[in-house]
């Protein structure tokens, strides 16, 4: 004689069924916050953020950060030309660092009415980077010039 399964009732598959669906959304939710937070993370771990600063008064000062979008946003800075204890930025608007292939190697320009300029910013270490500035002037003239930063602290 083969002996029937006793029926599972409705509530007992309803149960399982809601205690099965909020497992996986909080197992979703686990995993997204910490996705997230590794996101964020690996958003801020770039050698180029900070404060770089120079002697040089042309470029005295760099500031790179991290964006909500993860990308390295930049502004550049002379020395004021009227208070030489002062920094003036070169703009109102922050750039965004190109990337390349090298990730000690990044990228910003400025484009002026009379001239176009690139900054190309090669880490050095975590502590010292190389700023190569070029600009191209509409009359044809061009100008280099390198410059040391070391990040302040």
């Given at each position: 004689m083969t002996q029937v399964p006793p029926a599972r009732s409705p509530?007992?598959?309803?149960?399982?069924l809601f205690t099965a669906t909020a497992?996986?959304?909080?197992?979703t939710v686990v995993l997204t916050l910490?996705?997230?937070?590794?996101?964020?993370?690996?958003c801020v771990a770039s050698g180029f953020s900070g404060t770089w600063r120079s002697s040089d008064d042309r470029l005295s000062r760099i500031d790179v950060w991290s964006g909500?979008?993860?990308?390295?946003?930049?502004r550049a800075w002379s020395t004021c030309p009227n208070d030489a204890t002062r920094d003036c930025s070169w703009s109102s608007r922050s750039k965004v660092l190109q990337a390349t292939p090298d990730r000690n190697?990044?990228?910003?320009?400025?484009?002026?009415?009379?001239?176009?300029?690139v900054l190309q910013l090669t880490l050095k270490d975590s502590?010292?980077?190389?700023?190569?500035?070029?600009v191209d002037y509409t009359s044809g003239r061009?100008?280099?010039f390198t410059v040391a930063m070391v990040k302040d602290r």
């Open positions: 509530l007992r598959r309803t149960t399982a497992l996986t959304l909080l197992f910490t996705s997230a937070r590794h996101a964020s993370a690996l909500e979008d993860c990308r390295l946003y930049a190697f990044r990228f910003f320009s400025y484009n002026w009415s009379n001239a176009s300029e502590a010292h980077m190389s700023v190569w500035d070029h061009k100008d280099s």
